[in-house]
């Protein structure tokens, strides 16, 4: 799968990921204790909805446009509508928000964010627009690997793990990832983003979860359309690991809302994972 960001920000998954994030973000700062996060594609942070990309594929029209528009979005969504408002100053939506300006916005003064990106061009960016800001570091390296070795040994963490799916091995790495983690932290959180094509792949994935027994986890799945034709993202779907008490309906008011309001026929289903 090729996964140009410029193509797609602000479209219905980025929707659904980002005011995940946003509620876990503010669940987790109601813990005790300093928070790390480490994001491990992070991308360049903000992205012009007015750009050819943007503009050609139409994706932020469909989803932050109408969700900017819509009257009866559930509670959940306000942080990120907010968001992407600060950031436009209240002049619509001309710039989307990605994670690394969400995460650094809604940091503690005593948090810290760790945010990897593989492009050197898209690193340049995402430095340049975090470097006012000394509670973020920003690398220029495999997120895959940062994530397993940089995690504390202890302590509050969240990882989020985001890839284009550009590499065949993006499934297989992301499994390995998780058991580093949890190897090195048992406590800490993590939130995966995945695209749903078809269920097979999907599916194969969860079992790989399921098997190396990393501990309570939730699936949530927002599928736009029917999933009939794998050549097409049909949908997406958040795989939460850890975290704390009252995701699974956060989850379910997201995923429900995004696929019955900005989709075709479509619908949302949120599940534990025996893991």
Request: with cysteine; hydrophobic share 45%; net charge neutral.
């Given at each position: 799968?090729?996964?140009?960001?410029?193509?797609?920000?602000?479209n219905f998954a980025?929707?659904?990921?980002?005011?995940?994030?946003?509620?876990?973000?503010?669940?987790?700062?109601?813990?005790?204790?300093?928070?790390?996060?480490?994001?491990?594609?992070?991308?360049?942070?903000?992205?012009?909805?007015?750009?050819?990309?943007?503009?050609?594929?139409?994706?932020?029209?469909?989803?932050?446009?109408?969700?900017?528009?819509?009257?009866?979005?559930?509670?959940?969504?306000?942080?990120?509508?907010?968001?992407?408002?600060?950031?436009?100053?209240?002049?619509?939506?001309?710039?989307?928000?990605?994670?690394?300006?969400?995460?650094?916005?809604?940091?503690?003064?005593?948090?810290?964010?760790?945010?990897?990106?593989?492009?050197?061009?898209?690193?340049?960016?995402?430095?340049?627009?975090m470097k006012a800001?000394?509670?973020?570091?920003?690398?220029?390296?495999?997120?895959?690997?940062?994530?397993?070795?940089?995690?504390?040994?202890?302590?509050?963490?969240?990882?989020?793990?985001?890839?284009?799916?550009?590499?065949?091995?993006?499934?297989?790495?992301?499994?390995?990832?998780?058991?580093?983690?949890?190897?090195?932290?048992?406590?800490?959180?993590?939130?995966?983003?995945?695209?749903?094509?078809?269920?097979?792949?999907?599916?194969?994935?969860?079992r790989d979860l399921?098997?190396?027994?990393?501990?309570?986890?939730?699936?949530?799945?927002?599928?736009?359309?029917?999933?009939?034709?794998?050549?097409?993202?049909?949908?997406?779907?958040?795989?939460?690991?850890?975290?704390?008490?009252?995701?699974?309906?956060?989850?379910?008011?997201?995923?429900?809302?995004?696929?019955?309001?900005?989709?075709?026929?479509?619908?949302?289903?949120?599940?534990?994972?025996?893991?």
């Amino acid at each position: 799968m090729n996964y140009r960001h410029a193509f797609h920000a602000g479209n219905f998954a980025d929707l659904v990921k980002h005011a995940a994030l946003l509620r876990l973000l503010s669940r987790l700062a109601g813990e005790a204790g300093p928070l790390t996060v480490i994001d491990t594609h992070a991308g360049r942070g903000v992205y012009d909805l007015t750009g050819i990309e943007a503009r050609k594929s139409g994706e932020a029209e469909a989803g932050i446009a109408r969700l900017m528009a819509a009257r009866d979005a559930p509670e959940v969504f306000r942080p990120l509508v907010q968001a992407v408002a600060r950031l436009n100053g209240g002049r619509g939506a001309t710039r989307y928000p990605g994670s690394p300006w969400l995460i650094a916005e809604a940091l503690g003064p005593k948090d810290r964010y760790l945010a990897c990106e593989l492009r050197p061009e898209e690193h340049a960016a995402l430095r340049a627009l975090m470097k006012a800001r000394p509670a973020v570091e920003t690398l220029c390296a495999d997120g895959y690997d940062a994530a397993a070795t940089r995690i504390p040994q202890a302590g509050k963490a969240l990882v989020l793990i985001d890839p284009p799916f550009e590499r065949p091995d993006d499934y297989r790495r992301i499994v390995q990832t998780l058991t580093a983690v949890r190897r090195r932290n048992r406590d800490a959180a993590a939130l995966v983003w995945l695209p749903l094509k078809d269920l097979e792949t999907f599916d194969a994935f969860l079992r790989d979860l399921e098997a190396a027994s990393l501990g309570p986890a939730l699936a949530a799945e927002t599928r736009m359309r029917p999933l009939a034709d794998p050549m097409k993202m049909n949908g997406c779907a958040l795989v939460l690991l850890g975290g704390p008490p009252g995701m699974a309906d956060d989850l379910a008011t997201i995923s429900n809302w995004t696929a019955s309001s900005l989709g075709e026929g479509g619908q949302g289903r949120v599940y534990a994972l025996s893991v």
